[in-house]
Structure formats: C-alpha cells, structure tokens
C-alpha cells in the first residue's frame, strides 16, 4: 500500500509539472503571434473574456472537491454501490451548475460593452465571441467531466493530467496554424469549446476502461449530502477569494484602461504568473508529506520542519523576486518590443506582486495538511472584496499600478498576517504567531537588500540581447546568494539544511541482495 502511494505521488507529481511547463510555455508563444497577427488590443480581449468566464465558473463552488474527498472512504472500502451514487449525484448537479452558468452568461451580455474602455477591433462582434466563450465554459458541464472525480479519487491525477496535455498541445498548435493561416479570431475562439469536448469524451472513456463498475446510479442518503454541501461551503470561501482577487484585476483594468493596456499588462502578468505556478509544485508537491508527517510525527519535528521549509522557500521566493525585478524590462522589449513596456516603476512593483502572491505558500500548505479550515471563513471574503474596491478606488488614482497594488496590500497583509495566524491558533499552538512573522520580515528586508544590489548593477549591463539577459540572471542569482549566505550561514534553519544534504549524499547504497 504504501509503496503504491509513493509510486503514485511521483508519477502525479511528474505529470503535474510537465503539465505546468506547456501549460505555461505556450501562452508565451500564442501572445506573441496575437499581438504580431491581430494587435495587443486582441490580447487584451482574450484575457477578458478568460477572466468574466472564470467568475461564472464560480458557481461550481468547489463541489468536485468536495466529490472527491467524499469518495476516498468508499472507494478504499470496495464500495461500488455508494460511489455509483456519489457519481449520479455529481452528474445531476453539474447538469443544473451548467444551467445557471448559461443562464448567468445570457443576463451578462447586455454590459459586455460596458465593461471595455474605448473601441472593439474593427470586424469584431463582442457578443458572437462571448457566446462561443460562454459555451466552452458551459458545455463540459452536460458531457462527462464530472467522471474525473474517480480518477482523482483513485490518485490517478497523473491520467487527468496526460489527457490535459494531449488536448493543450494540440489545441495549442491548432490556434498557432490558425493565427499563422487565417487571422481569423473567429476560427481561434471556436476551437475552445471543440477541444473540450474532445477531453470530456477522452475523461469519458479513459474512466469507463479502468473503472467499468462504476454507473451513475444510486441515492446517497440526507445526511451524506448535508457532510458534502457543508465542504462545498467552506472550500467555495477561498475559490470566491481566488476569483475575486485575480479575475476582477483584468475587468477593472478593461473597465477603466481598456483593451490595450489590458494587453500589456497580460504580458507582465503571464511571466510573473509562471513563477508563481512553478512556486506553487514545491508546496503542492511536499503537501502529502507534510499530511503524513503530522499524523506520525511530533508537533516539535514538525515545527522545525515547518521553519526550515519556510526558509528554504523563501530564499527561492526571494531570489525569483529578484529575477522579475531586473529582468522583467529586458524580456518584455526582447519578446514583444519597447512599444509595449510599461514604465520601469510599473515593472518594479510585478516583482512586488509575485513575492506577495506566493509569501504565504509554506504556510497555507501545512494548514490544508493539517485540515484547518473551519475558522477562516472571513478572512477569504475580507480579502477578496477589499481587492476589488482597492482596484476600483486605486486604478482611477495611479492607473495599472493600482491593481497591482491592491493584490499586494491584500494578498501580503491580510493574507500573511491573518492566514497564518490560524496555524498557530489550532496545530502549531506552543509556538508564537508574532516571532513567525518576524521571521517574514527578516526574509523580506535581506531579499530588498539584495534586490537593491542585483538591480543597481544590472543596470550597468548595457546588453539588450539574450546574452545581456544571461549575465543579468548570473549576476541575479550570485549577488542573492551572497547575500543569504552571508546573513544566514550561522542560522539554525541552514545548520539543518546542511546537515540533511550531508545525510542523503553519504547515505550508503543498498547493496545487491539487500533489499
């Protein structure tokens, strides 16, 4: 049992990460040809719609989730009959999740026109595009996803994952030769809704090969369903946050800015954004484990743990920080041109953004691990909507900036300062809360020091090509390190760090016939 959970862990954990990289690697190529094909303000229009539809998405509340987590017990159990009724149960409410999705899309419409700043591309009709969008986010819903969930529940999210990489590949590939042949944004909306068929249909088959006893059939009882809908309650808290914190950035900077700006901000945001995802498969990753560790062992090992995977983490968040902040204007002029950019102060505060955005990782790993959820059900709403009134209040004050600022102030206060505080309060309780975040803030002022240095002799390098970008990543990457290994060489957490590495490479081989 416990070889296959390992075995398990690693092919998802394998699958997830090459999922990660083309899910982030193609959008690089695809805005570059937009903005050389059609014009940034298509751009601008694409991550609008992705953004409106995200909100629409909302109301899935996090019930998959919740599917998932309710069929682990049967499933280890051999019970087919209550997994068949758990799995009709999750059809039937997909069905009528669709439903509202389509029927909310539909009252949207009429302030579609709204919602954009200035013109729309010439040729284009806005609610023609917003209907295919709003069908794609629709649709799967009355096909075969929900089927998904007995993958998952079987900790074969690494099949999920082969079939997301089979379809983004393709559909990838197939938007690039439309782009490339046509120029049509018509032909390159349409095949959303296309390729997601075509992975509701694989989700379909794949599921109905390797678990072939499962029917949607059945009736879970009163008290079953009440255990589920009250986990799609506390999990819908922190998807409203999520949603409500990343996808009205993009309508206010539409709303407001328009299209254009919109357009280059993506451009900013999507390198940004793909730190912060890379980021996110070191806690994603080490959160099993972290399960595990707190069943088994003490609540002493597992504090120091705890500190040495903060600070390990955060010496990596504090040098990609530093990488956005001195490279961010150099990549953008090689990738997309200087006519683009925005101001150095703009593309100052993304590194700001990204190390906010991610300061409370470690944290929220060891709390999903542990289970604590039930008390922090303000804090999401707080967060969320305090964002959206800073970007209403911020973006007519200081532009685009003002959005940004916004997640920062709400993403790295309230989320670091009241987000942690529940770790402290329910699992880490002998331990204080304050000397944590002191600790947060002796990471923050070193990584500014070192940010300082790294961008003040950067800008002595005078190379605008890939070679100049290279040098810059080295002098980055040296100039972060001395810094960390100067202020922290005598620090317990690097002691430990040390040791542990000493410990795995002189750890004996096992010699053949010992195993």
Known sequence: MESNRIKNTA???????????????????INTIIIQTLGVEYLGLNMLFSSILQVLSLTELGFGTAMVFSMYEPIAKGDTAKVSALLALYRKVYLIIGCVIIGIGLVCIPILPHIINGDVPDGLNLYILFI????????TYFLFT????????????????????????ALNISKIIILLATKDYYL??????????????????????????????????KAEKKSIFSRVYGISVNKLCYVLSNSFDN????????????????????LANAVVMFMRIITVSATSSIGNSIVCESKEKNYKDFKMFQFIFSMIMGWAAICILCLNQPFIKLWVGEE?????????????????????????????????????????????????????????????????VS???????????????????????????????????HYLIFTIIAGAISYYLCCLITLDNILGLII???????VTLSVYLLVYFRSNEFKNIFKLTKEIIHRPKNKPGTE
């Open 251 to 270: 309508v206010v900077i539409s709303g407001f800015l328009g299209l254009a700006i919109l357009g280059q901000y993506n451009n900013y945001f999507v």
């Open 146 to 169: 929900y089927r998904s969930s007995l993958l998952i529940a079987h900790q074969r999210n690494d099949i999920v994952d082969k079939i997301n990489i089979f379809i983004e590949i």
């Open 188 to 221: 390159f909306t349409i095949l959303l809704p296309i390729y997601a068929v075509i992975n509701s249909f694989l989700v379909f088959v794949v599921s109905k090969k390797l678990y072939p006893d499962f029917r949607c059939e059945g009736v879970i009882s």
């Open 407 to 441: 997640t920062i102030i709400t993403m790295g206060f309230i989320r670091t300062i009241w987000g942690s505080y529940y770790l402290f309060k329910e699992y880490f309780t002998e331990y204080s809360h304050k000397k944590y975040l002191l600790t947060m803030l």
């Open 472 to 478: 810059k990543l080295l002098t980055c990457t040296l």
């Open 340 to 404: 683009l950019m925005f101001d150095s102060a703009t593309a100052m505060v993304f590194a700001v953004f990204m190390y906010a955005k991610i300061s409370g990782e470690v944290f929220m790993a060891y709390r999903e691990a542990a289970g604590i959820w039930e008390h922090d059900k303000v804090r999401p709403f707080l967060e969320g909507i305090l964002n959206l009134c800073l970007n209403i209040v911020f973006v007519q004050i200081i532009g685009v900036i003002g959005v940004i």
């Open 132 to 139: 295919i969008n709003l069908v794609n986010t629709s649709i």
């Open 11 to 29: 092919r998802n954990m394998l699958a997830s990460t090459i999922f990660r990289i083309i899910n982030l690697a193609f959008p690089f190529f």
